[in-house]
């Protein structure tokens, strides 16, 4: 996913530039007829944006999430962040899905770039903070399409793995693992969910837009096409514990509006239906 899909501008241009808006086209759709997707086509190779990564843009990208991360670190919205994890109630739906194990995998999707736009590197910076402090989160994986070598570059230096495939959102959790998805778009939680539907759902927890607000919208909107492309968010919600979060500050409320944990306990004694 990119960046520009979450409504961001780059900071190396200004808001008084020319751009184009690009609208989706409102061509027939086939209706209930999802395309098949191949095993080769949800692993497919990826490679960054550019050939090989800038030192200089390393180092200068480096220090400038070393900064947002000692900013994030101080903020009230970080403290109350993690006064929430430790809460009895959030608490206890971690350690559910960590079982017997002793660690929790995080995957990031769609981050977006770290270099162009500051709310991605807010994420990062939240992401990073949360595997410092608890000391049962585990080996921290990214990907998003968009990411240059240089960015590459530094999410390796900042301790995270970046994906060599492009997993289209479709991972499936053999293990505990923490969705880190803060503004996704509704196809990519559809496409995580769909892969693990079922027993697996219990092994998951998913940071990011709230499944409750679209389901609200789809109430509002009869005719809104998350109703066809995203629904196993909307039949989730029937077995979900949701807790949005407090942004507090107006600093960080582009990087996590509407966001929260979902936290997911399906009734297995019966088949999982999609609405």
Known sequence: MAASSKGLI???????????IVLPRRGKQRRNLPRIITPE???????????????HRVSKLLQRMQN???????????????NQIQSPDVLSYFYSI?????????????????????????????????????????????????????EARVFEAL??????????????????????????????????????WGAMLKRIVVFGNSFEM????????????????????????????EFSIDIISDDYFAAFHDSGWHFFNPDLGIELQLI
Not at 10 to 20: G, K, L, V
Not at 68 to 82: A, D, L, P, R, T
Not at 223 to 230: D, K, Q
């Open 159 to 196: 301790g995270c793995s970046v994906l060599s495939v492009n997993e289209q959102g479709r991972r499936c959790a053999i293990k505990p693992t923490l969705f880190f998805m803060p503004h996704c778009e509704a196809e990519l939680y559809n496409s995580l969910l769909q892969a693990n």
């Open 214 to 241: 679209y389901h609200q919208h789809v109430s509002e909107f009869k005719s809104s096409t998350i109703v066809n492309t995203a629904k196993n968010v909307l039949a989730v919600r029937r077995f979900t514990n």
């Open 68 to 82: 947002c991360i000692k900013k994030m670190e101080s903020s009230h919205f970080y403290q109350n962040f993690v």
């Open 41 to 55: 086509e949800q692993r497919k190779p990826w490679c960054p944006t550019e050939i090989e990564s800038d030192p």
């Open 98 to 150: 960590l079982g017997s194990e002793l660690k929790m995998q995080m995957v990031i999707y769609g981050i977006g770039s770290i270099e162009l736009y500051e709310p991605p590197r807010l994420q990062l910076s939240l992401a990073i903070l949360m595997k410092r402090k608890f000391s049962w989160i585990g080996d921290i994986e990214v990907f998003d399409p968009i990411l240059s070598a240089t």
């Open 10 to 20: 780059p900071e190396t241009q200004t808001q008084n530039e020319d751009w184009t």
